[in-house]
C-alpha cells in the first residue's frame, strides 16, 4: 500500500503529520484484516471507499465532523492541515495541531466502525478531540490558551 503524506512544513522538514500518516496510511493489513473489511462491503461494494480523500473529506460521516466543527474542507486539503480552517480566525500557534487532532479522531471513528462495528457521532468525534485537547494542554505552556480558544470553540459547536 503506497504512503500518502501530509506533505512538509514550510521549512521544507518532515513534521510531526507525516509520521501519523505513515501510522494511517502504510498500515500492513493481514489477509484477515482485508477479509473483514471486504465482507463488510466497505471495499467489495466501492473501492474508492479506501481512498484517503473518502475517508476524510467525501465520507458523510467525515463531512458531519467538518460540518458540526464549522469547517469547510475541499478534496486534498486534509494533506496539508495547515490550509483548511484558517477562515475562523483562531489562533494560528496551534491550528495544525488542531486540524491534525481532528483527522486523527476521523481515522480513529472509521477504524472503530469497520473492526468494531462502533458507530460514532460526529458530536462523539469532537469530543474525543476535546479529550485530547484538554489531556495534552499541559504540553503548551505558553500556548495554552492559545489551545483553550480552540477547545471552547469545539464545545461551542456541540
Not at 501510522?23 to 471495499?43: H, M, N, R, T
Not at 480523500?53 to 460540518?67: G, K, L, M, Y
Not at 464549522?70 to 496539508?80: D, M, S, T, V
Not at 480513529?108 to 460514532?120: C, M, W
Amino acid at each position: 500500500m503506497a504512503v500518502v503524506g501530509f506533505g512538509q512544513d514550510d521549512s521544507g522538514g518532515k513534521d510531526l503529520l507525516d509520521s501519523i500518516a505513515h501510522s494511517i496510511f502504510e498500515q500492513d493489513y493481514s489477509e484477515k484484516e482485508w477479509l473483514q473489511l471486504k465482507v463488510a462491503g466497505k471495499l467489495a461494494a466501492n473501492p474508492n471507499t479506501f481512498t484517503d480523500d473518502h475517508i476524510f473529506v467525501a465520507c458523510p460521516s467525515a463531512r458531519e465532523v467538518w460540518n458540526c466543527a464549522g469547517l469547510e474542507i475541499q478534496p486534498g486539503e486534509h494533506k496539508r492541515p495547515w490550509i483548511f480552517g484558517k477562515e475562523l480566525n483562531l489562533p494560528s500557534q496551534v491550528h495544525v495541531h488542531v486540524m491534525t487532532v481532528l483527522l486523527w479522531h476521523i481515522w480513529k471513528a472509521r477504524n472503530g466502525l469497520i473492526f468494531d462495528k462502533q458507530a460514532s457521532s460526529a458530536q462523539d468525534i469532537i469530543r474525543r478531540c476535546i479529550t485530547d485537547m484538554d489531556a495534552w494542554s499541559c504540553r503548551y505552556k505558553e500556548l495554552r490558551t492559545h489551545l483553550r480558544c480552540w477547545r471552547d470553540y469545539l464545545s461551542s459547536r456541540l
